[in-house]
């Protein structure tokens, strides 16, 4: 597996991904109107590729496949973190959160922040994260649940 920077030629990729990933891997966790709302985001995401382009986003990619994808904002907040779903449990994740963890600390950031799905929630706390609130946000006028979490630098 290699960890690139984000392309713009990423983005139809990185955008089937992340709808790919919440439909399947977090429909484990969230009703089926929950990941519904979420993946919907999807359209806006494509549409409007300079998210990606305005952080520092890094692409894992196995042969010509992107397997994950991640993305840090400047001050230090985890914005995305998504792996494919027949990738789950490979080290994926890890490998991006470490290089983008790195990022920002390397870049004078005191702490990050995320926040994190009920399915992500067991993998940063096992990183380091704790939870600073619960957390209910809307989409499309449905409520999911997440976690506000935040790790110190060491």
């Not at 995401?45 to 890094?58: E, M, Q």
């Not at 950031?109 to 209910?136: C, K, M, N, W």
């Amino acid at each position: 597996m290699d960890i690139r920077r984000y392309k713009p030629e990423d983005l139809e990729e990185v955008g089937q991904l992340f709808y790919d990933t919440i439909l399947s891997v977090n429909s484990r966790d969230y009703a089926e109107e929950q990941v519904k709302a979420w993946a919907a985001r999807r359209e806006s995401l494509v549409k409007d590729g300079r998210r990606f382009l305005d952080s520092y986003t890094l692409v894992a990619v196995e042969g010509e496949r992107i397997v994950g994808y991640g993305n840090m904002e400047d001050g230090g907040h985890l914005d995305h973190l998504y792996v494919h779903k027949d990738c789950q449990g490979q080290g994926v994740a890890s490998a991006l959160c470490d290089r983008l963890e790195d990022y920002a600390f390397g870049r004078g950031a005191g702490r990050i922040t995320v926040d994190a799905s009920v399915t992500a929630l067991p993998f940063f706390l096992h990183r380091g994260y704790r939870v600073i609130r619960e957390q209910y946000p809307e989409l499309e006028g449905v409520r999911l649940k997440n976690y506000h979490m935040e790790k110190a630098r060491d």
